[in-house]
């Protein structure tokens, strides 16, 4: 007798936003996703720290700005105390100053609130598959920021590959650098996305590190970081 495989268990999510409107809307679109479930909304940072605590979500979807307590500093204690969970952040501007802080934290994901809802389903997604996406205008000014404290060109010596790595997992890291997914990683090298993940996985081990934005910074600090061609 065929016996049919249960469903798996959809994401739990968590949405902490001080704007009820937008959290109410973005909770309704989330709900209507087979594989996605909102089991909480808070709507300062100290809320969310709270119902986080209560409820273990995979995932908690924060805004930034807040009272009581900012996303940035929220982000901070639910890692802390729940490193099961994953912890992505909302902003509604590219110029915003808490993007290197909460990377910094090692918050998950970092995007903008005006994206399509389609991109929010697949960062959750994302997020649950080891991944770190960042919003593709915020990729630039972030690489920026790293690079503030990068060697330079002509005022250090040159840097070397870190022995540890593979010249493809380096190749991989300059490419998540990028702002590119794992998907597009295995298209760009024509290389399946399941190899990809072994090999972001693998340098991960490597250098000691917890996520993929931890190693892009890395490799952006020593200087091995290339833009990656269109």
């Not at 936003?17 to 940072?45: H, T, W, Y």
């Amino acid at each position: 007798m065929n016996q049919s495989v249960p469903a798996p268990e959809p994401i739990r999510v968590l949405l902490v936003d001080d704007q009820p409107l937008f959290r109410r809307a973005i909770a309704s679109l989330v709900d209507e996703q087979p594989d996605l479930v909102v089991v909480g909304q808070g709507n300062n940072g100290l809320e969310g720290v709270e119902l986080a605590h209560e409820l273990r979500p995979d995932v908690v979807l924060m805004d930034v700005e807040m009272p009581v307590m900012d996303g940035v500093q929220a982000a901070s204690r639910i890692l802390h105390d729940l490193p099961a969970t994953k912890v992505v952040m909302l902003t509604v501007s590219e110029d915003d100053d808490h993007l290197l802080p909460a990377v910094r934290q090692g918050v998950h994901g970092y995007l903008l609130k005006d994206m399509h809802p389609k991109e929010l389903f697949e960062t959750f997604r994302q997020v649950m598959r080891g991944e770190n996406p960042v919003a593709p205008a915020l990729v630039g000014r972030l690489l920026a920021e790293l690079r503030q404290g990068a060697p330079t060109a002509g005022g250090s010596p040159e840097v070397q590959e870190p022995p540890a790595l593979s010249a493809r997992e380096l190749e991989i890291l300059r490419l998540v650098a990028g702002g590119l997914s794992n998907r597009e990683i295995g298209s760009r090298l024509s290389i399946t996305e399941g190899t990809v993940k072994n090999h972001v996985h693998n340098a991960l081990r490597k250098l000691g590190m917890d996520n993929r934005i931890q190693a892009a910074a890395y490799i952006v600090r020593q200087g091995l970081a290339t833009p990656p061609a269109p």
